[in-house]
Nanobody, 114 residues
């Protein structure tokens, strides 16, 4: 079992920045990758970014150049630095970890006002 706890969401104006954090606990040795997904009202959950145990990263095209995923292994925490935020980034952001199965956090709301 892996437990994920997100923090750092909030309300920000367009062009602003936020940093999300996701702290993992439990069977963290089994994790192959961690990442972020988001779900806007009335839309399906979509991929945002992943960071693998090798350090390799992947980003959705919509956030490339604006968002950066990173990790602190000592703290078992993954971060998502979000810059140049747009109203269309408004969503609930979910932390994900992947091993033999997917685990999800409870989600944190990000609202970008125009």
């Amino acid at each position: 079992q892996v437990q994920l706890v997100e923090s750092g969401g909030g309300l920000v104006q367009a062009g602003g920045s936020l940093r999300l954090s996701c702290a993992a606990s439990g069977s963290i040795f089994s994790i192959n990758s961690m990442g972020w997904y988001r779900q806007a009202p009335g839309k399906q959950r979509e991929f945002v970014a992943h960071i693998f145990s090798t350090g390799r990263t992947n980003y959705a095209d919509s956030v490339k150049g604006r968002f950066t995923i990173s990790r602190d292994n000592a703290k078992n925490t993954v971060y998502l630095q979000m810059n140049s935020l747009k109203p269309e980034d408004t969503a609930v952001y979910y932390c994900n970890s992947r091993s033999t199965r997917d685990y999800w956090g409870q989600g944190t709301q990000v609202t970008v006002s125009s």
